[in-house]
């Protein structure tokens, strides 16, 4: 078992692991503070997760819940159990949620850092 754990595991990025582990993270609080079930938490059903995603609405950005949602369907994956989610009920969800996430959350794109800004940074730098 372990093995096959491994192997699934290397499907995804540390950083998506580290990612998908927030989520399960936040997830698991918000079965806690409201005393759902460990039995209920896996296969999860439709009412539990938008409950739970409606529960972050407004505190998070569209795009993290999308990636919470996404590391509750590897977790699924990983333990072998079903996700019964519907696609375009979960999309609802996602899409107003990203609707009211947080202004601080939605800043606009800028232009990366090219490495002549990086050096005229470091040549203001005081390196003793």
């Known amino acids: 078992l372990d ?6 595991g290397s499907a995804w990025a540390q ?3 580290e990612t998908y582990g927030v989520g399960l993270l ?3 609080v ?3 503070i409201n005393s759902i079930e460990e039995e209920k938490r896996c296969p999860i059903d439709s009412t539990l ?3 739970f995603l409606c529960s972050c609405a407004g505190s998070y950005s569209g795009s993290a ?3 919470y949602v996404a590391g509750l369907r590897a977790w699924h994956l990983l333990h072998g159990r079903d996700w019964w989610i519907p696609p375009k009920e979960l999309k609802a969800v996602l899409d107003g949620a990203a609707a009211s996430a947080p202004e601080y959350s939605k800043k606009p794109k800028h232009l990366p ?3 002549i800004f990086l050096a005229a940074i470091h040549d203001q730098l005081d390196l003793n």
């Open 3 to 8: 093995c096959i754990l491994d192997v699934i």
């Open 15 to 17: 950083s998506t692991k």
């Open 26 to 28: 936040v997830f698991h």
């Open 30 to 32: 918000f079965c806690y």
């Open 49 to 51: 997760l938008l409950d």
């Open 65 to 67: 819940l999308a990636n």
């Open 113 to 115: 850092f090219m490495p």
